[in-house]
């Protein structure tokens, strides 16, 4: 079993390799490998996308690298490979982003990313730290996830599913903030599971484990 965390120089990959390599090892999930090139992709078993920054920043530095890209939505899309999105690279599953320009995502899960606006104005915007899981959706990858669950954000944007049914999960901040999503053998976290102590290797090692 090979499980590839995608890198294409959006981030430091090294606290996800580790939160996934110790789950791995839990789980008896099989190999960990962080790699930029579409062949490990194409032969990966499941396939994880982190993300740090802005949307344009990630869909560009992730199109810069030649087949990448291509290689990760055959094997969600035809071949149906399990995925998880963090962060940007969940937000990248959504039809559109509107962070300082509107630029095309996967279209995965249809919906758009959308700067998050507090109905509380002392709540400042980038949203970063704790915050308590709502979870409304079940999902083999939440097994043992509940609602008051915490978990560690760092975004100033949220995505807006069109499909209710499509999110999982949210949080209050000044109004509800998209915190997962999922629709198939795609599934995607707001939030940094490596991050999130013991709701994060929870969900790592759920995901690791996923037969969908």
């Excluded at 069109?162 to 901040?173: E, I, K, M, Q």
């Excluded at 053998?185 to 969900?203: A, C, D, Y």
Aim: net charge negative.
């Amino acid at each position: 079993m090979l499980t590839v965390l995608v890198d294409y120089d959006s981030g430091n990959l090294h606290s996800a390799q580790k939160a996934f390599e110790r789950m791995a090892r839990e789980t008896d999930a099989g190999r960990i490998l962080v790699s930029s090139r579409p062949e490990d992709v194409a032969r990966a078993d499941r396939i994880v996308l982190p993300g740090d920054g802005a949307f344009p920043a990630c869909r560009r530095g992730l199109q810069s690298f030649d087949g990448l890209e291509e290689a990760l939505l055959e094997a969600v899309g035809p071949r149906a490979r399990p995925f998880l999105g963090i962060c940007v690279g969940m937000q990248m599953l959504a039809s559109v982003g509107h962070e300082h320009e509107d630029i095309a995502g996967f279209d995965l899960i249809p919906g758009a990313i959308e700067r998050i606006v507090p109905s509380d104005t002392r709540l400042k915007v980038p949203h970063m730290g704790w915050n308590d899981l709502i979870v409304t959706g079940a999902h083999p990858v939440l097994a043992d996830i509940a609602t008051g669950d915490h978990a560690y954000f760092v975004h100033s944007y949220q995505m807006a599913v069109d499909r209710p049914v499509d999110r999982l999960a949210h949080v209050d901040y000044g109004g509800e903030v998209t915190a997962i999503v999922a629709r198939g053998t795609v599934i995607g976290t707001q939030f940094h599971p490596e991050k999130s102590q013991r709701t994060g290797l929870r969900l790592i090692g759920n995901f690791l484990s996923w037969k969908p």
